[in-house]
Antibody, heavy 120, light 106 residues
Framework: EVQLVESGGDLVQPGGSLRLSCAAS????????MSWVRQAPGKGLEWVSV???????YYADSVKGRFTISRHISKNTLYLQMNSLRADDTAVYYC??????????????WGQGTTVTVSS | DIQMTQSPSSLSASVGDRVTITCRTS??????LNWYQQKPGKAPTLLIF???SLQSGVPSRFSGSGSGTDFTLTISSLQPEDFATYYC????????FGPGTKVDIK
């Protein structure tokens, strides 16, 4: 079964760091584009970052320089390292798979989400 | 940067109604437009990709159309399980979601 399971969400103080994990099964995280998408409480969806099948990574302006996406192919796991966290980073974070090695076909598999709360 | 709008931001409808949601972009994105459904507390699910291609397993009452800057999602006959929030997403450049349209029960 194709599945994504996120973990690592927590309560963290402003300025702190956190690493989210997304364990994939049923496919390889190196084959498809893999993204992180977040949703602040009561708000819409915000794309955060992507890692391409070739390994290139891109970020939303709101997280550039603070967040780093990576993957461990043998563990078949996607990561999001989040540093210098701010209150407006508070959100449910989803990992999502693009249906092919490009964005055109949409994000067809999503995890259940993990909650990050940034507060003192 | 590409800007996205959706209209309406919310609507009330009855079971059996035909519902149309519009998504507009600030510049042409060809057909790089996807639609998602999200229910409260759940992850989004992909309905339509490439403006008009129905994702596998999605009921045929959902359809999408458009190209360039104007796109629509149509639900031909609203069912109880369709009450949710719908988001468009452009993938012509770095992905961006529209602000969403909440469909609730009249």
């Amino acid at each position: 079964e194709v599945q994504l399971v996120e973990s690592g969400g927590d309560l963290v103080q402003p300025g702190g760091s956190l690493r989210l994990s997304c364990a994939a099964s049923g496919f390889s995280v190196s084959t498809n584009y893999m993204s992180w998408v977040r949703q602040a409480p009561g708000k819409g969806l915000e794309w955060v970052s992507v890692i391409y099948s070739g390994g290139s990574a891109y970020y939303a302006d709101s997280v550039k320089g603070r967040f780093t996406i990576s993957r461990h192919i043998s563990k078949n796991t996607l990561y999001l390292q989040m540093n210098s966290l701010r209150a407006d980073d508070t959100a449910v974070y989803y990992c999502a798979r693009s249906q092919a090695a490009e964005f055109y076909y949409g994000m067809d598999v999503w995890g259940q989400g993990t909650t990050v709360t940034v507060s003192s | 940067d590409i800007q996205m709008t959706q209209s309406p931001s919310s609507l009330s409808a009855s079971v059996g109604d035909r519902v149309t949601i519009t998504c507009r972009t600030s510049q042409s994105i060809s057909r790089y437009l996807n639609w998602y459904q999200q229910k409260p507390g759940k992850a989004p699910t992909l309905l339509i990709f490439g403006s008009s291609s129905l994702q596998s397993g999605v009921p045929s009452r959902f359809s999408g159309s458009g190209s360039g800057t104007d796109f629509t999602l149509t639900i031909s006959s609203l069912q109880p399980e369709d009450f949710a929030t719908y988001y468009c997403q452009q993938t012509y450049s770095i992905p961006l979601f529209g602000p969403g349209t909440k469909v609730d029960i009249k």
